[in-house]
C-alpha cells in the first residue's frame, strides 16, 4: 500500500482505532504468540508490506516508522506505558562515525506513527483493543533533550564504556538492553571488553508522558526552553532553577516564596519544589521534563557533622519474588538502572542546644542515576541474599525484637535491609522455612547518600 503524502497515512491509520487484534490478523499471527507479533500483524494485514528489519523507516518515501505500543491502566485509573519504546539496534562500530543528523537513530526514528493498544492481562491478545494513532514528531525543548541524551551514549562508547551504559545514564532516549539474556553481546570499537547489545528506545517514562497527554488529555508544565537546552543539560537547568534559595532557612524562604512550611507531612517535599519552580500547587508528576526522565525525588537531612541521622528507605521488599527472580530481571535492577533521582538536600547548620527549634536550611538539589560499578555491587548484593533465602534466614529472639543474618547496615556501605513496618505485628513470610518476619525494605547506608550527594 503507497501514501504520498503524511495526511494519507494519517487518515488511513486512524481508520484502525477501536478495531480489535483480530479484525485486523490476516495472517494468523495471533495463532504465534510471540514478542512483536502485535507490530508485524499491523505491518502486513493492515499496511499490506512484508514485515523487515530495514535501516530506513518503514514508510521509507515519507520518512515515517511504524510503531505498536501498550499502554495499560493502573489501579488509580490512569494510564501508563506498558514499557519502553525499543526503536533500532546500536551497531557501536558504526554509530561513533556518525553525527546526531546521520546517526542511525534520527535516519530511521524523525517520526513515528504511533498504534496504541490497550494491554489488558485477563484477556487474550486478540481481543485487545487499537485505541489511538498519532504521528508523533519530537518538540523542539525534546529534541534538544534526545540530542544530548545521544551525545551521551555514543562519548561513552568512544571511551570504551560501551559494556557500562545503562538507561539511567539518560534522560529521554535510552540504550536498553536488547537480547535473550545476559549473555547476547556485541563487539565495540574502543575496548576488547564485549558490550551487552543494546537499542536506542524512548524509555517508559517518556511514553507514560506521551499517553497521558495524548490519551487522557492531561496537561504537563514545562520548566525548560529551547534555547536554555541548547546551551545546558538537563541537569544543570534544574540546578540553576534552585540555585537562588541556597543557604537561606525554610522559614525564609516560607516568608519570601509564600510556601505553608510543615516538614513532618509527606506532601511537604513535593508543595516545596513546586514551588520554588514556580508552579506553586501543581503536582510533580505534571512537570514535563520531570515526568518524561523519570525522575524521582529523596529528601536528605544533615545533621551538623554532615550525615543524615537516618539511612534512606526505599520500597518494601518480597523475600519470595527476590528468590524466584533473576537479578536482570527484578524490580531493584529496573528501578536502580531506569530511575534519576533528585535529591533534595536540608542541612541543620547548629546542634540542637544551638537550634532548639531544629531550623532547616535548603543546601541544594543533586540528580543522580546509580552508575555502573555501583548496579554491580547491587548485584552482588542481591546476589547474596538470594544465597541466604535459599539457605532459610536464621532468626535470633532477642530482649528487643528479631535479629536474622540478612545484611545489615554497614555490611558493605552502600545497601542493606532492614525493618521498615507499622508495628511488629506487620508481617510476611518468608520462603523455605515459612516463618514469619517483620516486614523489611532496602535501604541506602547514610554514608553511601552523603558520598553521593558530594560527588562532583
Sequence with gaps: MEFTTEEELVDYAVKAEGKKFADIDLMGRLD???????????????????????????????????????????????????????????????????????????????????FFYLWEKEKMQRDWSILKTHLHSYSDEDLEVIRQDWEYIISKIRAGKAHELSEGDT???????????????????????????????????????????????????????????????????????????????????????NIRVNTNTKAFLPDFISSLL??????????????????????VRLEPVGLPKEHMSFKNVDFHEWLDTPFDESELFDY??????????????????????????????????????????????????????????????????????????GTNGKFHLRTKARDGKDKISLPVTGEMLTKHCFWFDKQYVVKVINEA
Design 336 to 409: 536502580f538502572s531506569e530511575t534519576k533521582l533528585l535529591f533534595v538536600v536540608f542541612e541543620y547548620k547548629e546542634t540542637d542546644k544551638e537550634n532548639p527549634n531544629r531550623e532547616l536550611y535548603f543546601k541544594g538539589v543533586k540528580l543522580w542515576n546509580m552508575p555502573y560499578q555501583d548496579i554491580q555491587d547491587l548485584r552482588e548484593f542481591y546476589d547474596h541474599v538470594k544465597g541466604i533465602l535459599q539457605e532459610g534466614v536464621i532468626l535470633t529472639e532477642k530482649k528487643r525484637g528479631t535479629s536474622t543474618n540478612l545484611p545489615g547496615a
Design 278 to 299: 514556580g508552579i506553586k500547587g501543581t503536582s510533580l508528576n505534571d512537570i514535563e521534563e520531570f515526568a518524561k526522565a523519570n525522575i524521582q525525588f529523596k529528601t
Design 32 to 114: 504465534k504468540v510471540t514478542k512483536g507479533n502485535l507490530g508485524q500483524i499491523i505491518e502486513e494485514s493492515y499496511f499490506g508490506y512484508a514485515v523487515n528489519s530495514r535501516p530506513e523507516a518503514d514508510f521509507k518515501e515519507l520518512n515515517i516508522e511504524l510503531k505498536v505500543t501498550g499502554v495499560k491502566r493502573n489501579k488509580n485509573k490512569t494510564l501508563s506505558a506498558k514499557e519502553r519504546l525499543v526503536l533500532n539496534i546500536i551497531n557501536y562500530n558504526e554509530e561513533v562515525k556518525k553525527e546526531f543528523e546521520t546517526s542511525s537513530f534520527w535516519s530511521k526514528n524523525q517520526k513515528l506513527l504511533l
Design 171 to 257: 534522560n529521554y532516549l535510552g540504550a536498553a538492553s536488547k537480547g535473550t539474556n545476559s549473555s547476547s553481546v556485541r563487539s565495540q570499537p574502543f575496548s576488547d571488553v564485549p558490550a551487552m547489545q543494546r537499542a536506542f528506545s524512548l524509555k517508559n517514562s517518556y511514553m507514560t508522558a506521551l499517553t497521558r497527554k495524548l490519551l487522557s488529555e492531561k496537561d504537563l508544565v514545562r520548566i525548560s526552553s529551547q534555547q536554555e537546552l541548547k546551551e545546558k543539560t538537563l541537569e544543570e537547568v534544574i540546578t540553576e532553577r534552585f540555585a537562588p534559595f541556597v543557604g537561606k532557612s525554610l522559614s525564609q524562604l516560607s516568608r519570601e516564596k
